[in-house]
């Protein structure tokens, strides 16, 4: 069976990290970050004359959801090659969504595949201290309006997905814990 595994959280929860370490250690299979795209936002901003914001309202409606289009157009694209698929993305509003994910479902089915999605739980102190620490462009405005962002975000795993694994990450220990027995799930 093929499968196309979601790791999501809200920013800064270290969906990379894990992402790729769950590639590694899966091994043969193809590993896709939405981050890859921030270089065609970055110049949909500029054509629009629009300062450079990934929380802002135009961001909301005119580039978010036309990157996780891609980003999904290029998984089921690679599902015809590969039997296991990561995205690292946050999904945020899309996990939530029952619609959006029986739809999802529903387009897998048709490649024989499955959905699974990785939910990365780290503390918003930690997510804090990270984004502070990788120093991007994209959280300027993040850590500029940190209380407001915050607020903005759902930092609880969803509770209406039957495929969850919730991997703990506000640790070095947590990491290794949530590793082995994650991989173990995936390899079934």
Known sequence: MKHLILVT???????????????????????????????LSKQIFKVANEEY??????FQREIRDYEYYAILDIAMEALEYNDTVLINAP???EIR???????????????????????VNTSI?????RMIKRNSDRDTWKLEHWDEYVASQNYNAPTNIKELIV???????????SIQSTVKKLRG
């Open 53 to 58: 914001n990934r929380s802002s309202d135009f």
């Open 125 to 129: 102190e930690v997510c804090h201290q």
């Open 167 to 177: 991997f703990q990450n506000s640790s070095e220990e947590e990491f290794n814990q």
């Open 91 to 93: 999904f945020t509003d």
């Open 97 to 119: 969504d029952d619609a959006y994910l029986n739809k999802l479902r529903e387009r897998l089915a048709r490649k024989d595949a499955e959905l699974v999605v990785v939910w």
């Open 9 to 39: 959280s809200p920013p800064a929860c270290g969906k990379t990290h894990v992402t790729r370490q769950l590639a590694k250690a899966l091994t043969n299979c193809v590993y896709l970050d939405k981050d890859t795209l921030i270089v």
